[in-house]
């Protein structure tokens, strides 16, 4: 299936997406923390376009349905008799949960002007000898720049202190 017309409906035209694609991960594959004995922990994610409303039981199940029956399709195996316990967690609890801005997951898109040193700064303007790291700062989004970011910021506090 072609992300063509999913990205259009994340990008150009923001909307639910009609034909949803999805990642799909299994930490249980490598974390037997993850999940009880003789079990899986599936993750699914539809990436969607931020600041969409009405994410209500109704359309989260229908999303449910339609991932899980494709994967049905694919692998052949019936997944739904076999659950025991699923969660979802949408635009509206980025919101809630993370005071996240338009529910958005990712934080500030990569645009030039947040990008490098237009991105907010490690230390703040306004409380002396506060930092701050990870993805929101300097270098950016992704696990090897936010490690970056502690890096960065741990020498700008010794610095500070020297
Ligand atoms: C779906 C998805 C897929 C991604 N895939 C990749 C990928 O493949 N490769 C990659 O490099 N990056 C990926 N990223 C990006 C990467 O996960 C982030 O850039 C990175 O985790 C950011 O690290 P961080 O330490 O800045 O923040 P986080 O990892 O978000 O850590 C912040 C922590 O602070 C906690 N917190 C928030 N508010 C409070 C509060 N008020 N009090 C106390 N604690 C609080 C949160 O619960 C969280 O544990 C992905 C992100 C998402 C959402």
Same mark, same amino acid.
């Given at each position: 299936?072609?992300?063509?017309?999913?990205?259009?409906?994340?990008?150009?035209?923001? =909307?639910?997406?009609?034909?949803?694609?999805?990642? $799909? !991960?299994?930490?249980?594959?490598?974390?037997?923390?993850?999940?009880?004995?003789?079990?899986?922990?599936? %993750?699914?994610? %539809?990436?969607?376009?931020?600041?969409? /409303?009405?994410?209500?039981? =109704?359309?989260?199940?229908?999303?449910?349905?339609?991932?899980? =029956?494709?994967?049905?399709? $694919?692998?052949?195996?019936?997944?739904?008799?076999?659950?025991?316990?699923?969660?979802?967690?949408?635009?509206?609890?980025?919101?809630?949960?993370?005071?996240?801005?338009?529910?958005?997951?990712?934080?500030?898109?990569?645009?030039?002007?947040? /990008?490098?040193?237009?991105?907010?700064?490690?230390? !703040?303007?306004?409380?002396?000898?506060?930092?701050?790291?990870?993805?929101?700062? %300097?270098?950016?989004?992704?696990?090897?720049?936010?490690?970056?970011?502690?890096?960065?910021?741990?020498? =700008?506090?010794?610095?500070?202190?020297?």
């Amino acid at each position: 299936m072609p992300f063509d017309k999913h990205g259009h409906e994340i990008y150009k035209e923001p =909307q639910w997406p009609s034909e949803p694609l999805f990642y $799909v !991960s299994i930490p249980s594959a490598t974390d037997n923390s993850v999940a009880p004995e003789g079990c899986e922990n599936i %993750v699914f994610l %539809v990436p969607v376009a931020s600041g969409l /409303t009405g994410d209500d039981e =109704q359309l989260r199940e229908n999303y449910f349905q339609r991932i899980i =029956q494709r994967m049905e399709k $694919v692998l052949g195996e019936d997944i739904t008799a076999a659950i025991v316990y699923k969660k979802s967690f949408s635009v509206s609890d980025f919101t809630k949960e993370y005071n996240s801005f338009r529910g958005n997951a990712y934080g500030l898109a990569n645009t030039l002007m947040q /990008t490098a040193i237009f991105r907010p700064s490690c230390r !703040s303007k306004k409380v002396r000898n506060l930092f701050y790291t990870g993805q929101l700062t %300097v270098p950016g989004p992704g696990v090897p720049p936010s490690l970056i970011s502690g890096e960065v910021v741990a020498g =700008q506090v010794i610095k500070s202190i020297k």
